[in-house]
T-cell receptor, first 114, second 112 residues
Framework: EAGVTQFPSHSVIEKGQTVTLRCDPI?????LYWYRRVMGKEIKFLLH????????ESGMPNNRFLAERTGGTYSTLKVQPAELEDSGVYFC????????????FGSGTRLTVV | SQQGEEDPQALSIQEGENATMNCSYK?????LQWYRQNSGRGLVHLIL?????REKHSGRLRVTLDTSKKSSSLLITASRAADTASYFC????????????FGQGTTLQVKP
């Protein structure tokens, strides 16, 4: 089965610009999660979708971040406008049943804001 | 301090030796998971241990969980150069909402 796919793998943008990250989960996985790792710090939860609904968005840092999952398939995470502190690696993961058997992560998108 | 703290932060061993990494956490959990990240790649799920389990094995991996001490350890036996990576523990809370809390990770270098 195909894994979790994220793109782009790398993105370099200027402060104030907009970037959209995309995640394609494993087909049939209703649960989709976004995490990010800011340089030198731990991996932090951003939000959780169950199908197209936001189950938990307590980790979203501020209103410059907007996540969507229209149709319950792929998800996008938009950062607008990007700030320097948004630089880091953004991971997406999907799972069956809330992750009781573990999660499958994508390779991540490395975002650099200059 | 953050939940899911790991030690050591960095570990360097020779091929064939065993590597042990430890993880501590703060709140009650449903399960604890270990992940590996090779340089520039995504997180790979290694093993999951539930809160009612004390030890679990998978190939060369052995995980222990002590809920009274809120700690876990990951042992990699007979290490190989290909085991060089960062290792993270992650806890799923007792409400099991699916949200994971990660530690900062242990960077393991296995020298050939």
């Amino acid at each position: 089965e195909a894994g979790v796919t994220q793109f782009p793998s790398h993105s370099v943008i200027e402060k104030g610009q907009t970037v959209t990250l995309r995640c394609d989960p494993i087909s049939g996985h209703d649960n989709l999660y976004w995490y990010r790792r800011v340089m030198g710090k731990e991996i932090k939860f951003l939000l959780h979708f169950v199908k197209e609904s936001k189950q938990d968005e307590s980790g979203m840092p501020n209103n410059r971040f907007l996540a969507e999952r229209t149709g319950g398939t792929y998800s996008t995470l938009k950062v607008q406008p990007a700030e320097l502190e948004d630089s880091g690696v953004y991971f997406c993961a999907s799972s069956l049943g809330g992750g009781v058997y573990g999660y499958t992560f994508g390779s991540g998108t490395r975002l650099t804001v200059v | 301090s953050q939940q899911g703290e790991e030690d050591p932060q960095a570990l360097s061993i020779q091929e064939g030796e065993n590597a042990t990494m430890n993880c501590s956490y703060k709140t009650s959990i449903n399960n604890l998971q270990w992940y590996r990240q090779n340089s520039g790649r995504g997180l790979v799920h290694l093993i999951l241990i539930r809160s009612n389990e004390r030890e679990k094995h998978s190939g060369r991996l052995r995980v222990t969980l002590d809920t009274s001490k809120k700690s876990s350890s990951l042992l990699i036996t007979a290490s190989r150069a290909a085991d060089t990576a960062s290792y993270f523990c992650a806890t799923a809370g007792s409400s099991n909402t699916g949200k994971l809390i990660f530690g900062q990770g242990t960077t393991l270098q296995v020298k050939p």
